[in-house]
């Protein structure tokens, strides 16, 4: 693993991006970061995005608001946010997409009967849903991208959200890489989380980062928001004027 740089995103790869991966390991790689997930209390910046909107009144009132998840991977984030729709009454229409094969299945099997979310596999560039698209979420999905794929993936957002976006992902910093580490092997989590979780910290982000690729994406600086979220999350949304 190469040594942390704070001063740039590290270009090392990460064990669950291979495409000789098998089902097994990568749904046991999965399972064991959606646990993390909610020991970190992951999905909560999200849900606040989604709550603000409700709040503001962009929640469409004659249908379901149309959202779409990017890198899906377990589905864990979808299905918080169905729980948290269906608790609060909200019409949702959720659709997971994600490039890797094995991720539909994964969700799928990980999904309740009776919760209705779409599961699509597909490169997100290459997708073309049913229907207009009102909100695209992503959690923890951006760093897995270069820099030239991720400022391809906010003008497609840009393009193809009609009400706004949510991106959900990490802060890169030294205590976060060095504290996953150590955690991940006193909890004995699944070998990929271990190496990858470090590798993840040492690809994302900090605020220069995204101030400059939103400015590259051609999003004004007051039209995005950079927040940081605990523990170690650093969130990028944008709800576009009604």
Same mark, same amino acid.
């Given at each position: 693993?190469?040594?942390?740089?704070? *001063?740039?995103?590290?270009? =090392?790869? %990460?064990?669950?991006?291979?495409?000789?991966?098998?089902?097994?390991?990568?749904?046991?790689?999965?399972?064991?970061? =959606?646990?993390?997930?909610?020991?970190?209390?992951?999905?909560?910046? *999200?849900?606040?995005?989604?709550?603000?909107?409700?709040?503001?009144?962009?929640?469409? $009132?004659?249908?379901?608001?149309?959202? +779409?998840?990017?890198?899906?991977?377990?589905?864990? *984030?979808?299905?918080? +946010?169905?729980?948290?729709?269906?608790? $609060?009454?909200?019409?949702?229409?959720? *659709?997971?997409?994600?490039?890797?094969?094995?991720?539909?299945?994964?969700?799928? %099997? =990980?999904?309740?009967?009776?919760?209705? +979310?779409?599961?699509?596999?597909?490169?997100?560039?290459?997708?073309?849903?049913?229907?207009?698209?009102?909100? +695209?979420?992503?959690?923890?999905?951006?760093?897995?991208?270069?820099?030239?794929?991720?400022?391809?993936?906010?003008?497609?957002? %840009?393009?193809?959200?009609?009400?706004?976006?949510?991106?959900?992902?990490?802060?890169?910093?030294?205590?976060?890489?060095?504290?996953?580490?150590?955690?991940?092997?006193?909890?004995?989590?699944?070998?990929?989380?271990?190496?990858?979780?470090?590798?993840?910290?040492?690809?994302?982000?900090?605020?220069?980062?995204? $101030?400059?690729?939103? =400015? %590259?994406?051609?999003?004004q600086p007051d039209a995005a928001r950079?927040?940081?979220?605990?523990?170690? $999350?650093?969130?990028?949304?944008?709800?576009?004027?009604?």
């Amino acid at each position: 693993m190469k040594p942390f740089d704070r *001063t740039r995103r590290s270009d =090392a790869a %990460e064990l669950m991006d291979a495409d000789d991966v098998d089902y097994d390991t990568f749904r046991g790689c999965l399972s064991d970061l =959606a646990a993390v997930n909610r020991l970190s209390l992951g999905y909560r910046p *999200t849900l606040e995005f989604l709550s603000g909107l409700a709040r503001d009144g962009r929640w469409p $009132r004659d249908r379901a608001l149309r959202v +779409i998840d990017v890198g899906c991977g377990y589905g864990d *984030t979808l299905r918080a +946010i169905s729980h948290w729709a269906t608790k $609060r009454g909200l019409a949702i229409d959720l *659709t997971g997409v994600d490039r890797n094969p094995w991720s539909a299945r994964a969700a799928a %099997e =990980a999904t309740p009967q009776g919760m209705k +979310i779409a599961w699509r596999t597909a490169d997100i560039f290459d997708y073309r849903p049913d229907d207009s698209v009102d909100v +695209i979420v992503s959690a923890l999905f951006t760093h897995h991208l270069d820099d030239a794929a991720l400022l391809r993936f906010l003008v497609w957002m %840009e393009g193809a959200a009609a009400v706004g976006w949510f991106i959900n992902d990490l802060h890169r910093h030294q205590l976060a890489f060095s504290g996953f580490k150590a955690a991940s092997r006193a909890l004995r989590l699944h070998p990929f989380v271990q190496h990858d979780g470090p590798v993840s910290f040492a690809r994302s982000f900090v605020p220069a980062d995204w $101030r400059r690729m939103l =400015a %590259e994406a051609g999003v004004q600086p007051d039209a995005a928001r950079i927040s940081r979220r605990f523990p170690f $999350r650093l969130c990028v949304d944008r709800t576009k004027p009604a």
